[in-house]
DNA sequence: ATACAATGTAGAGTAAACTCTATGTCAAGA
DNA sequence: TCTTGACATAGAGTTTACTCTACATTGTAT
């Protein structure tokens, strides 16, 4: 299946705007039909819920762009994109790791105002 | 203790300009002394490492400038500011379960590229 | 007394990632 | 044929969170 831009905006959750901002960073480049309108494909589809997935994982455009470009030339930088993604992999398990740490303190912190209410009688 | 914005700086890395850019938005507010220069106490340097904490776990600047006129405001304001940190709580909580469900994800794309490299005798 | 390093303020500049505006083209329905 | 409405490009504007510049004071070591 093929899609216009305003379907896929809908379907990916990216404003028409941001997808044709994407294709000028060289992130998603989709085909053109006869009157030089965007043609999603279902594979445009599957690589933009992946970049989101980049994204929603903290990693920048810039490097997204390094990666896509990677993919664009084929096969022969499988070796690269692996490993670009068993680092990305590690700084998220870091980001996790951080998050729990902050999250126990958190509670601590949330723990001492449920105390410090009970004991000013501000209940 | 008391501390120079200078001092501050280093103990807290946050920078100079940083530290007089929290000011102006009144997150953290230290006392000044005769000669008008910034004197940061222990207790600014709790606050600001909770303030650091707050920000890693990506409440914004707004919302902290919140939290802070609360804590400005003294006791009769602790109910509101625990209810801040259950709020925030559950969002941190959120992102570390899609945090790891990315991480899930990519340790598939990943095993994906190891079978892609070992077929096509890349490696 | 003087140089110089740290600090002060006000305001401009930067980077990332969008987001919007102006203007133009084109296919399809009334 | 005329008018929408979706799409096209180029470039300007926005938001967040700093970061830096210019210039004036002040504290301290020589």
């Known amino acids: 299946m093929e899609y216009s831009i305003g379907e896929f905006s809908r379907m990916t959750n990216l404003g028409i705007h941001t997808l044709r901002y994407y294709e000028h960073e060289n992130l998603i480049t989709p085909k053109r039909n006869s009157s030089n309108r965007r043609c999603y494909s279902d594979k445009d589809l599957a690589w933009t819920y992946f970049i989101k997935r980049l ?47 902050h999250m126990a303190k958190l509670d601590d912190k949330i723990d001492f105002y449920r105390q410090e209410i009970e004991r000013t009688s501000l209940k």
């Not at 994982?57 to 896509?68: D, L, N, S």
């Not at 022969?76 to 790791?97: G, Y």
């Open 55 to 101: 994204k929603n994982t903290g990693m920048p455009i810039k490097e997204i762009q390094r990666y896509a470009k990677l993919r664009a030339e084929g096969d022969l930088t499988l070796n690269e994109r692996m490993e670009m993604l068993t680092v990305h992999r590690e700084s998220l398990n870091e980001q996790i790791k951080a998050l729990q740490e």
